[in-house]
Nanobody
Framework: QVQLVESGGGLVQAGGSLRLSCAAS????????MGWFRQAPGKEREFVAA????????YYADSMKGRFTISRDNAKKLVYLQMNSLKPEGTAVYYC?????????????????WGQGTQVTVSS
Protein backbone atom coordinates (compact mmCIF):
# COMPACT_ATOMS: atom_id res chain seq x y z
CA GLN A 1 0.00 0.00 0.00
CA VAL A 2 0.94 3.63 -0.34
CA GLN A 3 -0.22 6.72 1.52
CA LEU A 4 -0.25 10.08 -0.21
CA VAL A 5 -0.12 13.62 1.19
CA GLU A 6 -0.41 16.67 -1.05
CA SER A 7 0.95 20.12 -0.28
CA GLY A 8 1.71 23.40 -2.00
CA GLY A 9 -1.76 24.67 -2.71
CA GLY A 10 -2.84 28.22 -2.00
CA LEU A 11 -4.15 31.45 -3.44
CA VAL A 12 -2.55 32.82 -6.59
CA GLN A 13 -3.47 35.48 -9.14
CA ALA A 14 -4.32 34.54 -12.68
CA GLY A 15 -1.14 34.12 -14.69
CA GLY A 16 0.82 33.05 -11.64
CA SER A 17 2.46 29.75 -10.74
CA LEU A 18 2.27 27.12 -8.05
CA ARG A 19 4.17 23.90 -7.44
CA LEU A 20 2.27 21.08 -5.83
CA SER A 21 4.00 18.20 -4.11
CA CYS A 22 2.79 14.74 -3.26
CA ALA A 23 4.69 12.83 -0.59
CA ALA A 24 4.28 9.07 -0.66
CA SER A 25 4.97 6.44 1.93
CA UNK A 26 5.35 2.76 1.29
CA UNK A 27 8.20 0.57 0.10
CA UNK A 28 6.83 -0.04 -3.39
CA UNK A 29 6.31 3.59 -4.41
CA UNK A 30 8.84 3.33 -7.23
CA UNK A 31 6.63 0.76 -8.98
CA UNK A 32 3.56 2.99 -9.04
CA UNK A 33 2.32 5.24 -11.79
CA MET A 34 1.21 8.56 -10.37
CA GLY A 35 -1.49 10.95 -11.41
CA TRP A 36 -2.87 14.36 -10.58
CA PHE A 37 -6.58 15.10 -10.74
CA ARG A 38 -8.64 18.10 -9.75
CA GLN A 39 -12.20 18.73 -8.68
CA ALA A 40 -13.90 22.09 -8.85
CA PRO A 41 -17.05 22.82 -6.83
CA GLY A 42 -20.07 21.15 -8.38
CA LYS A 43 -18.01 19.34 -10.99
CA GLU A 44 -16.63 15.86 -11.45
CA ARG A 45 -13.05 15.03 -10.65
CA GLU A 46 -11.01 15.42 -13.82
CA PHE A 47 -7.64 14.21 -15.03
CA VAL A 48 -4.74 16.67 -15.03
CA ALA A 49 -1.51 14.72 -15.60
CA ALA A 50 0.08 11.31 -15.08
CA UNK A 51 3.56 9.82 -15.05
CA UNK A 52 4.83 6.26 -15.27
CA UNK A 53 6.92 4.61 -12.56
CA UNK A 54 10.13 5.46 -14.45
CA UNK A 55 9.08 8.92 -15.55
CA UNK A 56 9.46 7.84 -19.15
CA UNK A 57 5.79 8.16 -20.06
CA UNK A 58 3.80 11.29 -19.29
CA TYR A 59 0.27 12.34 -20.18
CA TYR A 60 -1.47 15.68 -19.82
CA ALA A 61 -5.03 16.80 -20.25
CA ASP A 62 -5.23 18.91 -23.39
CA SER A 63 -6.03 22.11 -21.52
CA MET A 64 -2.91 21.72 -19.35
CA LYS A 65 -0.37 20.98 -22.07
CA GLY A 66 2.35 23.58 -22.23
CA ARG A 67 1.44 25.07 -18.85
CA PHE A 68 1.71 22.16 -16.38
CA THR A 69 4.65 19.82 -15.79
CA ILE A 70 4.52 16.58 -13.83
CA SER A 71 7.70 15.02 -12.47
CA ARG A 72 8.82 12.59 -9.80
CA ASP A 73 11.77 11.87 -7.55
CA ASN A 74 11.64 8.20 -6.64
CA ALA A 75 14.52 8.46 -4.19
CA LYS A 76 12.59 11.05 -2.19
CA LYS A 77 9.18 9.47 -2.88
CA LEU A 78 7.84 12.73 -4.22
CA VAL A 79 5.70 13.68 -7.18
CA TYR A 80 5.41 17.27 -8.35
CA LEU A 81 3.01 19.28 -10.43
CA GLN A 82 4.41 22.59 -11.63
CA MET A 83 1.55 24.82 -12.73
CA ASN A 84 2.25 27.97 -14.74
CA SER A 85 -0.03 30.55 -16.35
CA LEU A 86 -2.82 29.58 -14.00
CA LYS A 87 -6.37 30.52 -14.93
CA PRO A 88 -9.38 31.18 -12.67
CA GLU A 89 -10.99 27.98 -13.97
CA GLY A 90 -8.09 26.14 -12.40
CA THR A 91 -9.60 26.76 -8.97
CA ALA A 92 -10.14 23.31 -7.51
CA VAL A 93 -8.97 20.77 -5.01
CA TYR A 94 -6.00 18.96 -6.54
CA TYR A 95 -5.51 15.29 -5.74
CA CYS A 96 -2.54 12.99 -6.08
CA UNK A 97 -3.25 9.35 -6.94
CA UNK A 98 -1.28 6.13 -7.33
CA UNK A 99 -1.73 3.14 -9.64
CA UNK A 100 0.20 -0.01 -8.71
CA UNK A 101 0.39 -1.19 -12.33
CA UNK A 102 3.09 1.37 -13.07
CA UNK A 103 1.65 2.46 -16.40
CA UNK A 104 -0.12 5.83 -16.32
CA UNK A 105 -3.65 6.42 -17.46
CA UNK A 106 -6.24 9.15 -17.54
CA UNK A 107 -9.16 7.36 -15.93
CA UNK A 108 -9.96 7.80 -12.25
CA UNK A 109 -10.81 4.14 -11.87
CA UNK A 110 -7.20 3.09 -12.53
CA UNK A 111 -5.99 4.68 -9.34
CA UNK A 112 -6.55 2.78 -6.11
CA UNK A 113 -4.84 5.21 -3.75
CA TRP A 114 -5.69 8.87 -3.25
CA GLY A 115 -4.50 11.73 -1.10
CA GLN A 116 -6.75 14.15 0.76
CA GLY A 117 -6.19 16.95 -1.73
CA THR A 118 -4.85 20.48 -1.60
CA GLN A 119 -6.87 23.59 -2.44
CA VAL A 120 -5.76 25.81 -5.29
CA THR A 121 -7.56 29.12 -5.75
CA VAL A 122 -6.83 31.30 -8.76
CA SER A 123 -8.13 34.85 -8.52
CA SER A 124 -8.97 36.91 -11.58
Amino acid sequence: QVQLVESGGGLVQAGGSLRLSCAASGRTFTRYAMGWFRQAPGKEREFVAAISWSGGTIYYADSMKGRFTISRDNAKKLVYLQMNSLKPEGTAVYYCAADSRGVPGTGRGRYAYWGQGTQVTVSS
